[in-house]
């Protein structure tokens, strides 16, 4: 049985639909990651699961047990805040028990709860100072102690690292996914920055304007993307998306990409894609990602299908490991991620390599992948 | 952060920015206006120590030539009010019983609207803070007659109320009716203080109270409130002030020897028998401001902090 379920859930404010009808189931013990850009109804979502938000049709259900009209208290769930939201007047350790005081738990439990939690995550020094005494990973774990001291069946975190500094985001990155791992908890997470949501996730949920785009593991959403959307929304740097036309019969049929300076590339339909569904002069979109354009030296050996070209390159972007060279295709820039010794210079003219076993090819009319 | 303050000091202290006759006529200015807003002041303490015939026989600008408490003596305790001869101290303790009550009363009503206004809000919540602030711009001579009704009306309960059990339960007892009206009066100001601090305290603390299990009356009580010190000075000191210097209501509604402080300094100042004794009327009208002046001079810095926090997050 799932911990939490998401059935055909709409809002709308007003005649403005914020969820166009959501569906997502997720088991127990699983990470799900909500991930979309601002505005795209994630933290609505989250609300709504939390309680904080009335939804305007469909059913939510946590531990089997519908949850729509519960109050947010009743829902057996624990939130994280990205302002932490710890109460400013009480000490860390009144703040982790309020939740506790509130419910009627009487003392004695309440400080063995405490207790409990600080000492998972090493707050015990803590427990007697005010929020505005600790630092900003110290107000983190507070918050998730906090959470944590509650047992409740589904954590609910809202961006909780996006007011840390880069370092410290790495850091308590990690920290959260080792809690997951100790603990076993079920967890949904927001968040707009798509490396916490590739690294911490068993699934991940890609919104776009309140409808969901893809649910998948973070191995799905980032190899298979199912549009547009998501291959260009998940990743960094971003997924080369080049226009190309199909041309040669059926059964010999070819990729070509135009370019202005340079003969056209022609390309083999990669085996990702359906070559049934491919008819001669159609438009399709080439979706590479940077790390399958390489050249000859540092392709990868097991690729089957590679295919070279030359290319002027127009800018070099060393960044420490790798090298990001940005060259010029369908009249689109196209970034390739190379070895951080490889030669090039910019203004030269160098031979590159598609890794065709991790292209894609998409519809431009519907956007979907084929 | 540094190189911006120091840009921003750098004019105030660097000499060669100001010539010599620039700060002798900005500091001659400042003097000249500290003069004279300290004259009065040191005036009528002056003549609030001197004996009668020095007052009527000198100049109010000479330093007292005897000094004597007597005028203060007699201003607390044995001067003319009317017609009684009991000095100005049941007055001040009639404006005590007023203040307190009244100053506290609109202050928590304040918060609570404030509280309702920012996170709980409702449809039509713009229109009803709208009409709140209106409430601070009624002219108080316009509202007379109506609240005169109104009082009277509580007067006739408290009447019935006195055949039916023996006792009125507040209704008509002039404080309270005054409590009434400065409490009316002053929601909208103290909503308006507590709207515009509560706008910035953050949502997310009220919806972890509320995930937490905290009710309506607990999030306001245990989260808002320990958390709103310095809009609570600002509110108490501007609602004392105004209420313990207020003349109109008082005068209006609570006469005799119900009446507030300020009503009865009127009284005593505008005797038309006997002599005019200068020397008391100073002292019964230091007594009658020295409250608001310790108020001001005990919480000042917080009344300037509690105004900032509003305007400057964080």
């Known amino acids: 049985m799932s911990t939490l379920e998401i059935r055909s859930l709409r809002k709308k404010y007003g005649s403005l639909e914020i969820l166009k009808g959501i569906d997502i189931t997720l088991e127990k013990g699983g990470f799900l990651v909500l991930v979309g850009p601002s505005g795209c109804g994630k933290s609505t979502l989250l609300n709504s699961i939390a309680g904080l938000e009335s939804i305007t049709s469909g059913e939510i259900r946590i531990g089997g047990q519908v949850v729509n009209d519960l109050h947010p208290s009743k829902r057996d769930i624990a939130m994280v805040f990205q302002s932490y939201a710890l109460y400013p007047n009480m ?65 609910l975190f809202d961006e909780p690292l996006s007011n840390l500094d880069a370092k410290l985001r790495v850091d308590m990155r990690i920290e959260i996914k080792r809690l997951h791992q100790q603990t076993g908890t079920t967890i949904v997470y927001v968040t707009h920055d798509q490396i916490e949501a590739m690294t911490l996730a068993t699934k991940i949920a890609v919104l776009k304007d309140g409808e969901l785009q893809q649910v998948g593991s973070p191995y799905e959403i980032y190899n298979s ?9 998940m990743g960094s740097p971003a997924m080369n998306l080049l226009e190309g036309k199909i041309t040669g019969a059926n059964g010999a049929r070819q990729i070509l990409i135009d370019r202005r300076d340079h003969a056209p590339i022609v390309l083999p339909v990669p085996s990702s894609a359906d070559a049934t569904r491919l008819s001669e002069g159609a438009n399709v979109i080439f979706g590479i990602r940077p790390e399958a354009v390489n050249d000859m030296e540092s392709i990868d050996r097991n690729a089957k299908s590679v295919v070279t070209f030359d290319a002027t390159v127009e800018i070099v972007e060393p960044a420490g490991a790798d090298t990001y060279v940005v060259t010029r295709a369908a009249g689109k820039e196209m970034t390739a991620r190379m070895r951080a010794e490889t030669p090039v210079a910019v203004g030269q003219t160098h031979t590159f390599a598609f890794n065709l076993d991790k292209a894609l090819l998409f519809d431009p009319q519907t956007s979907r992948r084929i | ?22 700060r002798v006529v900005i500091y001659g200015l400042l003097i000249a206006f500290a003069i004279l807003y300290v004259a009065p002041l040191v005036v009528m303490v002056m003549t609030s120590l001197k004996p009668l015939d020095e007052v009527t026989g000198g100049n109010m600008f000479y330093w007292p030539q005897h000094l004597t408490l007597e005028p203060w003596t007699k201003a607390w305790g044995t001067t003319c009010v009317g017609l009684t001869c009991e000095g100005i101290k049941g007055y001040v303790w009639n404006s005590v019983k007023m203040v307190i009550p009244a100053v506290l009363i609109s202050s928590l009503l304040g918060a609570l609207n404030g509280y ?39 007067g006739a309960i408290g009447q019935e109320l006195t055949d039916a059990t023996g006792f009125s339960f507040g209704f ?71 209420i313990w210097n207020d003349f109109l209501f008082g005068s209006t509604f609570a006469a005799g020897d119900a009446a507030p402080m300020t009503v009865a300094l009127y009284n005593i100042v505008n005797t038309s028998t006997g002599v005019i004794e200068y020397n008391v009327n100073m002292a019964a009208a230091i007594i009658a401001a020295a409250p608001t002046l310790v108020v001001y001079i005990v919480a000042g810095r917080y009344f300037v902090r509690g105004l900032m926090a509003g305007a400057v997050k964080g």
């Open chain 1, 225 to 233: 993307p199912s549009n547009l959307f998501v291959a260009d929304f």
């Open chain 2, 172 to 242: 008509g007892n002039p404080t309270v009716n005054l409590v009434l009206v400065h409490v009316v009066y002053g929601l909208g100001f103290t909503t308006l203080f507590f709207r515009n601090y509560y706008e910035t305290f953050p949502t997310e603390l009220v919806k972890a109270a509320q995930i937490d299990g905290a009710g309506f009356f607990q999030i306001f009580r245990r989260i808002l409130l320990p958390n709103s010190a310095p809009i609570f000075i600002v509110t108490v000191i501007y609602q004392f002030t105004n």
């Open chain 1, 91 to 155: 000490s860390v350790g009144e703040n982790m028990a309020f939740g506790m005081e509130m419910r009627g738990v009487p003392k004695p439990e309440r400080d063995k709860a405490v207790a409990a939690v600080a000492k998972t995550l090493q707050l015990e020094h803590l427990l007697d100072r005010r929020p505005s005494q600790l630092s900003g990973g110290q107000r983190q774990r507070v918050a998730m102690g906090r959470a944590l001291v509650r047992q409740p069946q589904v954590f």
């Open chain 2, 116 to 154: 309702v206004l920012t996170k709980w809000r409702f449809p039509g919540h713009k229109l009803v803070f709208g009409m709140m602030l209106f409430a601070c711009f009624i002219p108080f001579q316009s509202v007379l007659i109506p609240m005169a009704t109104i009082l009277g009306r509580l």
């Open chain 2, 1 to 22: 952060m540094t190189a911006a303050a120091d840009r921003l000091a750098a004019p105030s202290r660097s000499p060669a920015r100001h010539s010599a006759t620039t």
